[in-house]
């Protein structure tokens, strides 16, 4: 089956990336340092930009802003999945005929959900999307408690406010709703 996907060179992307059933994979440090080695060697070898990203314990959030003409955002998500797969060193005890085959070893699900962010309000809201992500799953209470993400920077940079997110939890998962439907 071939999925289609938009593949507008030089946009800006929003992804939804999780664990093969959901296994809780980025709770750790460790886990999380292998991560962003992978992302800084594929950024080194087919450069973009990071807008925003949350990493959750199954799952990760991200906006991406690709080079100009260029349009492969897949290859670069199977490249930073690889990489970040063969740092583990671990293999699942079982794996289905068709991950052997294809050398695969059940860590990812296999796609990803992208969306091509048409305008600078849907920017914002996936960007508030993603840093309300820890909240909205109860891994934290706040967005600046979640040390796995943009947060910090949307902050430092004056994009948000201290405090930035009490009490919008329904208006922020309600634009995304919107903006899905």
């Not at 990203?53 to 260029?70: F, M």
Request: hydrophobic share 40%; proline share 6%; charged share 25%.
């Amino acid at each position: 089956m071939r999925y289609r996907r938009d593949h507008t060179p030089g946009a800006t992307y929003f992804f939804t990336v999780v664990t093969e059933r959901r296994r809780p994979i980025f709770s750790n440090a460790a886990a999380i340092q292998h991560l962003r080695a992978a992302f800084r060697a594929e950024l080194a070898v087919r450069p973009f930009e990071i807008f925003a990203i949350t990493v959750l314990p199954d799952h990760i959030h991200a906006i991406w802003t690709l080079p100009e003409g260029d349009s492969d955002y897949s290859t670069r998500w199977r490249r930073i999945k690889a990489r970040f797969t063969a740092g583990l060193g671990w293999t699942p005890a079982k794996v289905s005929p068709s991950r052997e085959r294809k050398g695969e070893r059940a860590v990812w699900q296999r796609r990803f959900w992208e969306h091509r962010i048409r305008d600078e309000g849907e920017l914002a809201a996936y960007a508030d999307y993603i840093h309300w992500n820890p909240v909205k799953h109860g891994l934290v209470t706040e967005p600046e408690a979640w040390p796995y993400s943009s947060f910090a920077r949307f902050v430092r940079d004056g994009v948000y406010g201290v405090g930035w997110g009490g009490g919008k939890a329904e208006t922020i998962a309600a634009k995304v709703v919107e903006m899905k439907t």
